[in-house]
Nanobody
């Protein structure tokens, strides 16, 4: 059974940093793309970042230069390092995957989701 469990959320002041983790199980982790998404109250879900099986990375324009996605295949874990956080980054953050190597069309084609972790950035 595919399982994704997010952790690392919390409350930080603007300009601060957090590192989110997504622990995966139930599939051959290193073969598949993993993405991070977020959803703020009253807003639609937004794709934040994706990392392919080969390590290629993709970012939403809103987080480029501030967030970094990485994967540790030995630990079956994907990370999202978030620096220079802004109040508009406040949201529930989810990781997701699909059984495909690459991140093409990743924002609309994920099949398995975690339950999310809350990130709150105060001004």
């Amino acid at each position: 059974e595919v399982q994704l469990v997010e952790s690392g959320g919390g409350s930080v002041p603007a300009g601060g940093s957090l590192r989110l983790s997504c622990a995966a199980s139930g599939f051959t982790f290193d073969d598949y793309a993993i993405g991070w998404f977020r959803q703020a109250p009253g807003k639609e879900r937004e794709g934040v970042s994706c990392i392919s099986s080969d390590g290629s990375t993709y970012y939403a324009d809103s987080v480029k230069g501030r967030f970094t996605i990485s994967r540790d295949n030995a630990k079956n874990t994907v990370y999202l390092q978030m620096n220079s956080l802004k109040p508009e980054d406040t949201a529930v953050y989810y990781c997701a995957t699909r059984f495909y190597y690459y991140c093409s069309s990743w924002e609309s084609n994920m099949d398995y989701w975690g339950k999310g972790t809350q990130v709150t950035v105060s001004s």
